[in-house]
């Protein structure tokens, strides 16, 4: 008997493999993982938090598990993936949500106290993320909530200044001179890790993806909006943003034009992120260098500028020249060329 030890003191229980291997799966792959862990909490929200319960929402839970789906099916299918992980994985996919739809507790939660949690959450999955990344590989930190937020917060404020939506009733993290609350801005790195992260797991396995930088910008761009079809219809209703009358509600109150310029923003950045990631020899998941990350800084301008010219060639394809977009744009203009002449 060990002399250290009495009769009465039992031995710690070794947590089982099985557990063992789910928290490595988790923590390896959370930013996978977070688009079913959003999609969960966020069908939540809608069926128990609103008064009264918007369950006309709860099919957008598919978009960002359909994500997570293709994730873990590719690993499985294209790489190392254990059979018993995918299975696994599915049956949460399926299950969980579907037992959150039949069987929630309703607890209504005010407007305001919506509104709060939505600014303050942010910065717990930006936390999150940000140690996750600070643990696997600490440049990526600089990646996504530097260049990267640099990027979003243009975008951000840019969409607002243009007159498209307002998010005044954000006020907690509310910072001059930006007219976007901290909490969005930082939000824009989030999905963008997010996505960005599923692209290059998924370039490790698909050759056919990982020769095309444009392929690989496309499938950045279209994940995150995935995620943005499910976040937005509840941020509109709780009031987060505000759209602009003018703008017809496309996706339960959410603008079109919404959505098109998720994917006119991201997918020239994931673009430039890739040709650089391609001159500078850097594998996907790979460690970014100072200059690595100072040319992708350089050339994000370039970004922007494809960003815009895309969104206004799709806008002005969609509505024409007398649509409500380039009515605002048109207003927007004419503001700035009044300031210029004063």
Known sequence: MDPTTSENTMPAEAPSPALTAARKELWRHLPAWM???????????????FSPARGDLAHTIVFPLLVFVIYQVVRFTHGTGSRRMLVT???????????????????????????????????????????????????????????????????????????????????????????????????????????????WQLRKRLSWLRKSALLSALAVGSFATLLDLQIDPIATAVGCWVWHHTLPGWFHGVPMVNFIAWMCALVPFGYVMFRVQERRGLADGASWDRQSLFDLLKWSPAGLVIAALAFIGVTLALEGVGGPSWTLLNVFTARVLTAVAL
């Open 35 to 49: 688009f079913f862990i959003y999609g969960v909490l966020l069908l939540n929200t809608e069926l128990t938090n």
């Open 89 to 199: 994985s599915l049956a949460l996919t399926f299950g969980l949500p579907t037992i959150v739809f039949f069987w929630h507790t309703p607890s209504p939660l005010s407007p305001e106290l919506l509104l709060r949690i939505y600014e303050w959450s942010n910065f717990a999955w930006a936390a999150l993320l940000v140690w996750h990344l600070w643990v696997h590989d600490r440049t990526h930190v600089a990646l996504f909530f530097g260049v990267g937020l640099l990027y979003g917060a243009v975008l951000e404020n840019g969409g607002i200044v243009l007159g498209f939506f307002h998010e005044t009733n954000l006020t907690d993290t509310m910072v001059k001179p930006f007219v976007a609350p901290v909490a969005t801005m930082i939000g824009w790195s989030v999905v963008l890790a997010m996505a960005t992260f599923v692209t």
